[in-house]
């Protein structure tokens, strides 16, 4: 069977994490990811946070599956004629360097559309224009300027950032969206384009509830549904713990066992249309019919008072236990599920979300598959490649002889 993205040729400068996200998922799709790095060192991320000497790193193979790796000297002349054979040769660039690193290496978007005019040009940048976007941007910069660390936390204390990589791996997801848009309209107009994902607007897409309730604050001085409520509130949406962000009351409770297990803890959202229910399950029957409980604005006020009801009851089940009554139900609820739990979930295995790789010096180890099924485009996951382990098979695709490839690697332009 065909891959949706068969055919697709991507030159690949990107490294670290936000840039490779996005490469490896069209890679999973079929695309062909070519992936330039530098000689004998390559991708910064081979060597980042080893937990095995001289080994790639985890972080380097879980981010760079199905792609095949070339070394090439940037700099050099001879390197410079290789990228200009692989621009014209490809469909799409896709790079994450600093800014303005591009244009110093002489690949300007005017040279680029020079040497291959349907060439798209993909980046992820920190900021997009205005008075930061030649400022370096990592993850938790990113999620801080998007306006996801003021808005996580408790209200008592500092802003948080998320365990969650929204700020790399989720701008690397809008910019492969751009791309697969980008190459869709190339078959219109025959022409490329230019493609920009910067971090600080992936984070506040992924934020866009909170820039809701910064209107809804500016107009009403208040929020019923978060917990400060009815106390005061600021100018500014502030941090809301773990209450829900949409407009059911939810909170995390602690479930049996919470004394040992730090995730011994269960989400509860106390839904409107199943509160009767909820009474029934906790044994609160009396606040079916009782007007400070009845309603959900009768509740708002002492969802505290609430909350604790839902606990006392939790903390005589485990989390599983919860989660398989309450769902008897229809009442929305969802443990806490750690690292260790999510690896060893024989449904994420089954499903291809999570899969065991095979690696020549690393051996076998998890990582996150495609978190997009496709029912006519699967997604098989191909070991991350060792460094330059396809420079000689790229460069014979481009129309290199032997001869010339031994003479570069004789110059170590390769």
Same mark, same amino acid.
């Given at each position: 069977?065909? @891959?949706?993205?068969?055919?697709?040729?991507?030159?690949?400068?990107?490294?670290?994490?936000?840039?490779?996200?996005?490469?490896?998922?069209?890679?999973?799709?079929?695309?062909?990811?070519?992936?330039?790095?530098?000689?004998?060192?390559?991708?910064?991320?081979?060597?980042?946070?080893?937990?095995?000497?001289?080994?790639?790193?985890?972080?380097?193979?879980?981010l760079n599956h199905n792609k095949r790796s070339v070394t090439l000297d940037t700099k050099s002349e001879q390197g410079k004629r290789v990228l200009e054979k692989l621009v014209k040769h490809c469909d799409v660039l896709v790079e994450n360097f600093a800014p303005g690193a591009l244009d110093r290496m002489g690949f300007t978007w005017e040279r680029i559309q020079e040497l291959n005019p349907r060439m798209i040009v993909a980046s992820v940048k920190g900021f997009g224009?205005?008075?930061?976007?030649?400022?370096?941007?990592?993850?938790?910069?990113?999620?801080?300027?998007?306006?996801?660390?003021?808005?996580?936390?408790?209200?008592?204390g500092p802003p948080l950032?998320?365990?969650?990589?929204?700020?790399?791996?989720?701008?690397?997801?809008?910019?492969?969206?751009?791309i697969v848009a980008a190459l869709y309209q190339r078959k219109t107009t025959g022409r490329g384009q230019k493609v920009l994902a910067a971090m600080q607007d992936g984070v506040l897409n992924l934020c866009r509830?909170?820039?809701?309730?910064?209107?809804r604050l500016a107009r009403t001085h208040v929020m019923k549904e978060y917990p400060q409520y009815p106390g005061k509130f600021g100018s500014a949406v502030p941090r809301a713990g773990n209450a829900s962000g949409g407009g059911q009351p939810g909170i995390i409770v602690k479930c049996k066992g919470w004394e040992t297990d730090p995730n011994?803890?269960?989400?509860?959202?106390?839904?409107?249309?199943?509160?009767?229910?909820?009474?029934?399950?906790?044994? @609160?029957?009396?606040?079916?019919?009782?007007?400070?409980?009845?309603?959900?604005?009768?509740?708002?006020?002492?969802? @505290?008072?609430?909350?604790a009801a839902v606990e006392h009851w939790t903390l005589t089940k485990?989390?599983?236990?919860?989660?398989?009554?309450?769902?008897q139900h229809d009442i929305p609820c969802g443990p806490i599920l750690s690292m260790e739990e999510l690896a060893a979930e024989p449904s994420l295995r089954a499903t291809g979300t999570v899969v065991e790789v095979d690696h020549p010096t690393r051996g076998k180890y998890l990582s996150v598959g495609n978190p997009i099924k496709m029912s006519d485009s699967p997604t098989e996951v191909r070991r991350s490649p060792l460094l330059g382990e396809h420079t000689d098979e790229v460069l014979a695709e481009l129309g290199l002889g032997q001869s010339e490839i031994h003479a570069l690697r004789a110059q170590r332009v390769i």
């Open positions: 069977m065909g @891959k949706a993205l068969d055919g697709v040729r991507i030159l690949d400068f990107t490294h670290v994490q936000s840039g490779p996200t996005c490469t490896q998922l069209l890679a999973w799709f079929g695309a062909d990811v070519i992936k330039v790095e530098r000689s004998g060192e390559g991708d910064i991320t081979r060597g980042q946070l080893r937990d095995i000497p001289d080994v790639d790193s985890l972080y380097f193979t879980m224009p205005g008075p930061y976007e030649d400022c370096k941007v990592y993850e938790n910069v990113a999620q801080c300027a998007g306006g996801s660390a003021s808005t996580t936390g408790f209200d008592d950032v998320t365990g969650a990589q929204i700020g790399d791996s989720g701008t690397g997801l809008h910019l492969a969206l751009g509830v909170k820039l809701r309730d910064q209107q011994s803890y269960l989400y509860f959202i106390a839904q409107a249309p199943v509160w009767k229910a909820i009474c029934n399950v906790i044994g @609160k029957e009396a606040w079916i019919t009782d007007p400070n409980f009845a309603t959900p604005d009768a509740r708002l006020p002492r969802l @505290k008072e609430v909350f485990t989390k599983f236990e919860a989660m398989e009554l309450l769902n």
